[in-house]
C-alpha cells in the first residue's frame, strides 16, 4: 500500500519520504518565530531608468507606479533558525509598480529576480511562495577604504559589480503599524508573478498568476543604518558565458543609467517565515 499526503503538513518534491522540512514547517511541523534571527546586511543601490525599458519586465495586470527607479539590493543573512544556524545570500532587482486585479488592487515593489546562493531557499521560495528565484555565487561583501563591493557570478563568469560609500548614519524611526487595506487603500508589499510550465505541453503553463509578500514585518528591528552614494553594473555576458541566464543579465546591462539616486546600508534582526504570502485576484 502506498503513501498518502496528510493534509496538515507541508510537501515538496520528493514526497516519498514524508513531510518537508523549511523555513514555514520545521521539525514535528513546529514554526520558526524570526525574532532573533536572521542577522541581515543589506548593501542596494538606486537609479532612474527609462519607462519604456521597465515596462517590457511587467506582466499581465501591472503597471509602473510612479518614476523608474530600479533598485538592485544584495541580502547577506546569517544564523537562520530553519537553516539551523547557517545562511545565506541573496541578490534582488525591482522597480515600484501596481497591480489592478479583478478584486485586489496593490502597490509596492515588482521583484523581477531574487539570485540566491543555495539551493533550499531557492526551492522552498519558488515552490510554495512564488518567488522569481534563480542561482548565483554571492560571497560576502568585502570593505576597504570606505568602500562596500558586491559581487554575483556563475561558473567562474562574474555578471555584477555593486559599489557603495554610506557614510551618513541615518536615525532610526520608531516602528510603524501595518498599514491596512481598504477599498481606497490597496495592499502593500512586494509583488512577484508565480509561473510554473505545464509538463509535455510546452510553452504553456500550469499556473500563472501575481503574489504578494506583505510588507509587515513586526519582528525585524534594524540596528543600523547608513546612506551614500553607489554604483551597479550588470556585465555584458554572451550565451557561452551564462546559458541559462544571459538574457536576464543582459536586460540590466541595457537599462539606461538616467541618474544615479543613493545608496544605503542596512544591519537588521529577525524577521517572518513568509506565511503571510498570498495570492493576488
Known amino acids: 500500500m502506498g503513501y498518502k499526503l496528510d493534509p496538515n503538513a507541508m510537501y515538496r518534491m520528493p514526497t516519498h519520504f514524508g513531510p518537508r522540512t523549511g523555513p514555514r514547517y520545521g521539525p514535528d511541523g513546529r514554526k520558526f518565530e524570526c525574532k532573533d534571527n536572521p542577522k541581515s546586511t543589506s548593501v542596494s543601490v538606486s537609479f532612474l531608468t527609462n519607462s519604456e525599458q521597465l515596462e517590457a519586465f511587467l506582466p499581465p495586470g501591472f503597471a509602473l507606479n510612479g518614476e523608474p527607479v530600479v533598485s ?15 545562511g545565506y545570500n541573496t541578490l534582488g532587482v525591482s522597480f515600484p509598480v501596481v497591480y489592478e486585479g479583478e478584486v485586489d488592487r496593490a502597490t509596492g515593489s515588482l521583484l523581477t529576480v531574487l539570485w540566491e546562493n543555495l539551493t533550499d531557499p531557492i526551492l522552498t521560495g519558488r515552490e510554495e511562495l512564488g518567488f522569481s ?6 560571497p ?21 559589480d555593486m559599489r557603495v560609500r554610506a557614510t551618513e548614519q541615518v536615525t532610526i ?22 509561473y510554473m510550465p505545464r509538463t509535455g ?12 509578500t506583505p510588507s509587515h514585518t513586526p519582528n525585524r528591528v534594524v540596528q543600523e543604518q547608513w546612506r551614500g552614494e553607489g ?7 554572451r550565451w557561452e558565458d551564462l546559458p541559462t541566464q544571459y538574457n536576464i ?32 485576484r
Open 249 to 280: 543579465v543582459n536586460a540590466f546591462h541595457e537599462l539606461e543609467v538616467k541618474e544615479w539616486r543613493g545608496a544605503s546600508i542596512v544591519k537588521s534582526v529577525g524577521g517572518k517565515d513568509l506565511s503571510d504570502q498570498r495570492i493576488l
Open 72 to 86: 538592485v539590493s544584495g541580502g547577506y543573512m546569517k544564523e537562520i533558525e530553519w537553516l539551523a544556524g547557517r
Open 133 to 138: 528565484k534563480i542561482y548565483c555565487a554571492l
Open 173 to 194: 524611526p520608531p516602528a510603524s503599524p501595518p498599514p491596512q487595506a481598504s477599498d481606497e487603500q490597496p495592499l502593500t508589499g512586494t509583488l512577484h508573478y508565480k
Open 201 to 212: 505541453v510546452w510553452g504553456t503553463e500550469d499556473i500563472a498568476y501575481a503574489v504578494l
Open 140 to 160: 560576502d561583501p568585502i570593505t576597504f577604504n570606505g568602500e562596500t563591493h558586491c559581487t554575483a557570478s556563475w561558473l567562474g563568469f562574474k555578471f555584477m
Open 231 to 237: 554604483t551597479v553594473e550588470f556585465h555584458k555576458a
